[in-house]
Nanobody, 126 residues
Framework: QVQLVESGGGLVQAGGSLGLSCAAS????????MGWFRQAPGKEREFVAA????????YYPDSVKGRFTISRDNAKNTVYLQMNSLKPEDTAVYYC???????????????????WGQGTLVTAST
């Protein structure tokens, strides 16, 4: 089982940028599809991004496509989320997630997740 710890959340003005990191423990990090989800107050958890074990494939919902970028460094057991052009509606707790086989980047948002991080708060103010 992999353990995940997010960092990098904070307060940013709308239109600004923020980067999140997720450090994973465990020797099998490179075998997981990694993803980011978010949950705004009073709303259900929402899929934000996914990246394949190799890093060559990524997948985003339309709500963040073109603004958010997911990447990973398997040598550092870390996955990143770069968020640009932030909007007030991006305000949420952001969670890192790991999906084992047969999860793909396309199915990350709908399949059970193997591990969750504790979450980090991102606030985009007007």
């Amino acid at each position: 089982q992999v353990q995940l710890v997010e960092s990098g959340g904070g307060l940013v003005q709308a239109g600004g940028s923020l980067g999140l990191s997720c450090a994973a423990s465990g020797r099998t990090f490179s075998s997981y599809v990694m993803g980011w989800f978010r949950q705004a107050p009073g709303k259900e958890r929402e899929f934000v991004a996914a990246i394949s074990w190799s890093g060559f494939s990524t997948y985003y919902p339309d709500s963040v496509k073109g603004r958010f970028t997911i990447s990973r460094d398997n040598a550092k057991n870390t996955v990143y989320l770069q968020m640009n052009s932030l909007k007030p509606e991006d305000t949420a707790v952001y969670y890192c997630a790991a999906g084992g086989p047969p999860t793909t980047v396309q199915s990350m948002g709908v399949r059970p997740v193997d591990a969750w991080g504790q979450g980090t708060l991102v606030t985009a103010s007007t």
